[in-house]
């Protein structure tokens, strides 16, 4: 799972790019509060919109040329994006990035998936690699913008370039091994599924939110400075890396629908404690306990949307790991216009009230019948 786990750090270390830059697009371009909404919008629409097409072709066809080329389409697009001042050229390379994004995920979930079998514990470690990606992001692009300014985005593009040759490198050297294909664990269950996306969804658009307005949350209303609403947004993050590891060992013990739906609850507490909390240093253990709780069904959301859509593990990777989780993008403008009249607390206050939508169609989810094997995992993915 190493190359794996690598590698979406890297894809999703983008993802997390535009977050940490959009409150200097605020400050140093001048962007109003619905054109930063914005710019989360356009990684959205690049990243969602080619996410089940490319999930169907995925499982039809090997497709090993596109994890790579969508790793580097990611990093590129990010991080040109902060060498202009014209607002629709931004919101264009935002796009090629979330393009990126997308054909980097429905290949990469189904290989990943073959390495890990049938352990939540093993598939957490790719999605992790996912949050570590987020997690890094804002560590490294506040200082670099804070001090060389929105240029510094160009310093990022090397390590997609370099990951792309990586992960080129490691499909050269298993394409002569053979492929066992998935066997299928039972029938597809397209309802429950339904059910699951709409979880992702309404879970994608806090975790979108928190993403997009909790530094601003922090530089505005709680008056701090640039560097500490930096670090909320890389508490929050790093939060969620220990959130999708505690997830997936949860589930392997007490089941996956019960460790979704302890999520979910978990959510509506932490999300109220931050906003209660005035003091801008007090509030920042919050912002890891909510970066925590909001991230524990991750990992797991994955691997049931493949238990649940057996024969097709590419697309439903395209759904949970790429078009689910873009899908909240899509409500950043209207966000954008409720913190343009009410801040970005309201903002958040209104993303603390959507828990209680992901703990309703959470308790439509079941766990996978047991009637058939687990998928082995496949010794030519987890070489390297």
Sequence with gaps: MRIWAGAHAVDDFYQGLVPAAVPY???????SYVQASGLALAATLGSALPQVPIGLLADRFMLRWMSPLGVGLAGIGAGMSGLTASYPLVFALLLTAGVGIAMFHPPAGRDARRAAGGSATAMSYFAAGGSVGFFVAPALVTPALDNFGMGATALFIPPAVLMGFVLLRHHRRT?????TKARRQGRDRPRRFAALTAVEIVRSTISTGLNTFISLYWIRHLEASSGLGGLALTLELGGGVAGTLLGGRLADRIGMVRTVQIGNAAMLPALWLMLICDDAYAALPLALLVGLVSNIPFAVLVKLGQDYLPSRPGTAAGVTLGLALSAGGLFMPLLGMVATHHGPRGALAVLAILPV??????AFLREPAEDGPVPAADPSLIAG
């Design 25 to 31: 697009f605020v400050l140093q371009r001048d962007f």
């Design 175 to 179: 394409s002569t091994a053979p492929v």
């Design 357 to 362: 939508l992901a703990m309703l169609f959470s």
